[in-house]
């Protein structure tokens, strides 16, 4: 009768650690999965836009084209990878669309940071079409926004897969002189 109250009590102390384990262990990893391996929307940070060329015939007709690069970097603060789909930069001219340029797929690996430039070309016929373009000619100043978003996934550990997303908006000065542009950006953040 000894023996089995001694073996009853083992078992009994084994279970009583396992169990207790066991919450230990799922408390921890509750805590990381709300605190440290929430997933974050990946932050865009603009860098530059870059004038590549520029080309204006303004007589007797007006032709010609203005080439633009535009680089961000994008920010994956998560414990995971990032995978975005095909986006699109847009440029708008006193608020109308002038040109577009595709942004291709990729992935970000976790916790770093990925370059990602887009070209893009605007046509003179297209500025010409708003009523201030002369003006602005004259002045020897134009004056885009850009808009870029990206959306994606973020996938940790290939156990939580979740939408994330990004956006970013620049003002960019085109100065017609010196042929040079400038630019200021904001991002947002959509959780």
């Known amino acids: 009768m000894g023996k089995e109250f001694k073996v009853k009590r083992k078992w ?30 990946p932050k865009i940070i603009p860098q530059s836009v870059t004038l590549e060329g520029f080309r204006l ?20 603060r ?16 006193r ?11 990729d992935r970000i690996r976790p916790r770093s940071k990925h370059n990602v430039s887009a070209s893009v070309i605007i046509f003179a016929d297209r500025l010409a079409a708003d009523g201030n373009f002369l003006n602005d000619f004259f002045a020897g100043v134009f004056n885009f926004t850009s808009s870029t978003r990206l959306q994606g996934k973020v996938n940790v550990f290939n156990i939580f897969k979740l939408k994330a997303s990004s956006s970013s908006s620049c003002n960019i000065t085109v100065f017609i002189q010196n042929q040079t542009a400038d630019s200021v950006c904001t991002s947002k953040i959509r959780l």
């Open 12 to 41: 009994k102390i084994c279970c009583a650690v396992t169990a207790i384990l066991i919450i230990v262990i799922a408390v921890v990893l509750v805590t990381l999965a709300f605190t440290l391996f929430k997933p974050k929307d």
């Open 57 to 76: 015939v303004v007589f007797p007709s007006i032709t010609g084209n203005l080439s633009l690069e535009l680089a961000v970097t994008v920010d994956n």
């Open 95 to 105: 608020g109308n669309l002038v040109a577009e340029a595709p942004i291709g797929k």
């Open 78 to 93: 998560n414990y995971g990878g990032f995978d975005y789909d095909n986006s699109t930069a847009y440029i708008n001219y």
